[in-house]
């Protein structure tokens, strides 16, 4: 009786499993399917899918559907055998494919059609930061005629640590209370940056589809936002609508780092060539959302490298033909604390909280007189 009950509870299961296993597959088909089919860049993920489809990547973003559950090494039935081969459980590198983690966290803001989305990418415990950028350069969002959106990308603590339910208490707290938080459930590491910036790429593709920049940053910069808007608009007179590019500081020549010590290791595992393609440092890069579609779209077919400017604004950038420009005024290096130095620039790096709020104060108070 008990072994009749349990074999027949397996036969359930099996089927059960084999039936998911199977949607799974169909309905990530059509969905790469379509996107295959359609080559415009500017309706990509959005104007041109039928509904289903449109209700089915709306919920992939807005819920904890289960279809949606994979692990770091899945690979997308769509993937070319040499992807395949590349994937071993315990490669520094794994294949994505589909960037389905869970959302914890979604925002409240609607970024749907802003003219510019400000995705931040910040660890968990740094609400301090999230509170300064929020009130210093990041309040451009808060003026509703700017048109923009600031967004904290996060990811989540590893399930074996201990402590992550006080930091969690906090977070939910806030973006309780200023809607502009997205975590996902992919473990929170420097070596995971790839993956969260992937998720900015995800959620403006597919929640902010008629938007038209995104700005990537990290939580250590200054960005002159009315500059950077003006810069971005200026290469959109000469370039034309319809032209997707990442503009930032470009890193040309630079190749991968094989001692295993560095901050940037690569092995040959995970990086073959001995050059990165021509790429934007990954502190401060903006981009058109045609761009960011299309890198999106990218990530799906091209296994995760861990360093994410190499991967988003390199790789992804070369295999998508996106134009990579360099741009003089969006600096990487630590300049003086001062707003005078920020009336010609449109980002700097290393600076902490307070040297925000002096940068800040400085920079918009008009009776400072520079030279
Ligand atoms: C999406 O990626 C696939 C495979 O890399 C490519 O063939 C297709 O042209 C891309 N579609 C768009 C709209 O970029
Ligand atoms: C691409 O899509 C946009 C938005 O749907 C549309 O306005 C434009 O005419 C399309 N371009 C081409 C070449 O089909
Ligand atoms: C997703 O599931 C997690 C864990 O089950 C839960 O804590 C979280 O609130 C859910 N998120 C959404 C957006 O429903
Ligand atoms: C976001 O804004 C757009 C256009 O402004 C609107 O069509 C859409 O319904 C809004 N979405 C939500 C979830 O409020
Ligand atoms: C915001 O910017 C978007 C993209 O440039 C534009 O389509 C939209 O009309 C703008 N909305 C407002 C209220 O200015
Ligand atoms: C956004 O602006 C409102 C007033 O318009 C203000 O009350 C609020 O504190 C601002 N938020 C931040 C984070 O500065
Ligand atoms: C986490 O806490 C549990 C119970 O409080 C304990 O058994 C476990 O060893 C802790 N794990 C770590 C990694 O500290
Ligand atoms: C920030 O989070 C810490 C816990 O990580 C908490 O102790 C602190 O009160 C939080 N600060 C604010 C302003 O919420
Ligand atoms: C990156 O995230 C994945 C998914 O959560 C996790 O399995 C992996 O351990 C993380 N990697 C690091 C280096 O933390
Ligand atoms: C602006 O700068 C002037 C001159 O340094 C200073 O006296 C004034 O207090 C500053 N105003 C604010 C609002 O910080």
Request: one cysteine or more; aromatic letters at 10%; a positive charge.
């Amino acid at each position: 009786m008990l072994s009749k009950c349990s074999t027949s509870m397996k036969i359930v299961t099996l089927v059960l499993v084999m039936i998911t296993v199977l949607l799974n597959f169909v309905v990530y088909d059509y969905i790469n399917a379509v996107i295959i089919a359609n080559q415009n860049t500017t309706g990509i993920l959005s104007q041109s899918f039928p509904s289903s489809v449109k209700r089915y990547l709306a919920n992939s973003v807005g819920t904890n559907d289960s279809l949606l559950r994979t692990t770091a090494t899945e690979v997308s039935t769509t993937s070319t055998p040499s992807t395949r081969k590349s994937v071993q459980e315990n490669d520094p590198i794994f294949v994505i494919n589909n960037h389905r983690f869970i959302y914890k966290i979604v925002p409240k803001v609607n970024c749907s059609d802003s003219k510019l989305v400000v995705c931040v990418e910040i660890s968990r415990a740094n609400n301090k930061t999230r509170q300064t950028i929020r009130q210093t350069w990041g309040s451009y969002a808060n003026v509703s005629s700017n048109n923009a959106t600031l967004i904290f990308f996060l990811g989540s603590e590893h399930p074996s640590t201990n402590g992550s339910q006080s930091v969690q208490h906090f977070i939910n707290k806030e973006a309780e209370l200023y809607g502009d938080i997205l975590q996902e459930d992919y473990v929170d590491d420097y070596k995971n940056l790839s993956l969260k910036s992937v998720s900015i790429l995800k959620w403006v593709s597919l929640k902010c589809p008629e938007s038209q920049f995104l700005l990537k940053v990290d939580d250590d910069m200054y960005i002159n936002v009315p500059l950077l808007v003006q810069t971005l608009d200026d290469i959109i007179k000469s370039k034309g609508k319809y032209h997707p590019f990442i503009v930032g500081y470009s890193v040309q020549g630079s190749g991968p780092i094989r001692d295993p010590n560095s901050k940037w290791y690569a092995p040959l595992s995970a990086y073959k060539g001995n050059l990165y393609p021509r790429y934007a440092s990954g502190v401060s890069y903006a981009m058109t959302t045609s761009a960011a579609k299309l890198l999106y779209n990218a990530s799906l077919q091209v296994p995760v490298f861990s360093l994410e400017d190499v991967y988003v604004t390199g790789i992804l950038a070369d295999k998508t033909k996106v134009e990579v420009i360099h741009n003089a005024l969006i600096n990487i290096g630590n300049h003086e604390v001062s707003g005078c130095n920020f009336r010609n620039k449109i980002s700097g790096h290393h600076y902490s909280a307070s040297d925000m709020e002096r940068i800040h104060k400085e920079l918009y108070n008009t009776t400072i007189k520079c030279n």
